[in-house]
């Protein structure tokens, strides 16, 4: 499986992005899709997942209530809807892929920067 992850900016605290992410070359709608983030100079951290079987979502603290993971599997997309940014949102945000029964990603997009300025 591809993924592309796409709809990274600079945007002002408070503001919204949506990110998106195709995923290409797999059966995604078999896949649990997820959102991490890496900050500059800290390790990857977990953002949102949306399982494959009934589009169940989860989400990190951090992010609960501000971000929205979804899917549409007749376009093999997954975006992450982030409101109310805070700088601490800055990051590089990877879209990952699970196939069934995987316990960790096994996919990965190559990232796209989001910036929140203050």
């Known amino acids: 499986v591809q993924l592309q992850a796409s709809g990274g900016g600079l945007v002002q605290a408070g503001g919204s992005l949506r990110l998106s992410c195709a995923a290409s070359?797999?059966?995604?709608?078999?896949?649990?899709m997820g959102w991490f983030r890496q900050a500059p100079g800290k390790g990857r951290e977990y953002v949102a997942t949306?399982?494959?079987?009934?589009?169940?979502?989860y989400y990190a603290d951090p992010v609960k209530g501000r971000f929205t993971i979804s899917r549409d599997n007749a376009k093999n997309l997954v975006y992450l809807q982030m409101n109310m940014l805070k700088p601490e949102d800055t990051a590089v945000y990877y879209c990952?892929?699970?196939?069934?029964?995987?316990?960790?990603?096994?996919?990965w997009g190559q990232g796209t920067k989001v910036t929140v300025s203050s």
């Open positions: 070359g797999g059966t995604f709608s078999r896949y649990d």
């Open positions: 949306i399982t494959w079987t009934d589009s169940t979502t």
């Open positions: 990952a892929g699970r196939g069934i029964g995987s316990a960790n990603y096994e996919y």
